[in-house]
């Protein structure tokens, strides 16, 4: 009896040892665990959330990849490869919206003629609209873009395309058009530059974290970069974002004052543009959020404003031209940044006014002029951190 009782001592005695053993490992992975929770969480508080919003095509997709082409490795040649079918996508749906306006204008205007096609083009024009009208496009041979150049040529596709803010025309018809025979060759592989043009309508979120220093430097401010979708259909999903963020970056395309919305064809891209900013800048959670604005495609706004009137936008309406070339361009840029200055201050609580607002002019295709805006964009937010941090 004494025996079993000692066996079943020594049996108890091993199983406690064995749980103890197992005890202490799982309290060393919990640990483990929770050490590494509280790192990632030390880690989170310096990294700086930015959100990147607009309205539809304001260029805020290009901003984002312009970031990843600078301060990060860039697009390898998978991601490369990647955007060849979105390329030939946007060739197919330009030549389709340029043949399709062309008829459509051909019909409407009091001087038609200058947008009819010469006869032996038309049939041309018909099979392209046709391939620009599928769901899956195919790939751009040498004959297919034979046939797309030899349409853009055709004198009225050129009147059409002058004409372009009045049909959704992407502002990337003429790099694309020109590059036609390399877009078309067998082993192409897409440029950085293809890469920026390419027209992708973002939908739901896409982040990068970077530092404007350099991934392989250890010094400098660490961001989170938020990308979301601008139309309004795509908004629904921004709220979420909008805790915890140290800067908005607006993008705001100021050469689109006399184009109407993709979504709603009613609607002035510019006046859109004010109140989304306006609705914005009046969120509560906002209240210390530092604001940039970048008043994006100034190179095709520099361009537009010496042909097409501020004043044709309901905003711009009390726009007066004072002079020519490059000293109105200016004149023109200074009346823009003006007034979404006078809506910042309108549209901002007294309890706010101390948070910071810069505006930026940008071009979002240029990739010095993007780097140097965001060196401007971490030196300002991080003078702001110091002066929270009573070391200003």
Known sequence: ??????E?????CSRNRRYSAADAEENAQTEEIERRIEQETKAEKHIQKLLLLGAGESGKST?????????????DEAELRSYIPVIHANVYQ???????????????????????LSNEHKD???????????????RLTKELAQEIETLWKDPAIQETCNRGNELQLPDCVHYFMENLHRLSDTNYIPTKED????????TGVVEIQFSPVGEHKKSGEVYRLFDVGGQRNERRKWIHLFEGVTAVIFCAAISEYDQTLFEDEQKNRMMETKELFDWVLKQPCFEKTSFMLFLNKFDIFEKKVLKVPLNVCEWFKDYQPVSTGKQEIEHAYEFVKKKFEELYFQSTAPDRVDRVFKIYRTTALDQKLVKKTFKLVDETLRRRNLFEAGLL
């Open 63 to 75: 901003i984002f990849k312009q970031i990843k082409l600078l301060f990060q490795t860039g697009f």
């Open 94 to 116: 330009t030549i389709k919206i340029l043949y399709d306006g062309s008829k459509e204008l051909a019909q409407n205007e009091t001087d038609s003629t200058s947008f009819v």
């Open 8 to 12: 079943n001592m020594g049996l108890l």
């Open 195 to 202: 890469v920026l043009y390419a027209r992708v309508r973002t």
């Open 124 to 138: 041309i024009g018909e099979k392209l609209s046709e391939i620009g009208g599928r769901l899956d496009y195919p």
């Open 1 to 6: 009896m004494l025996s079993v009782l000692a």
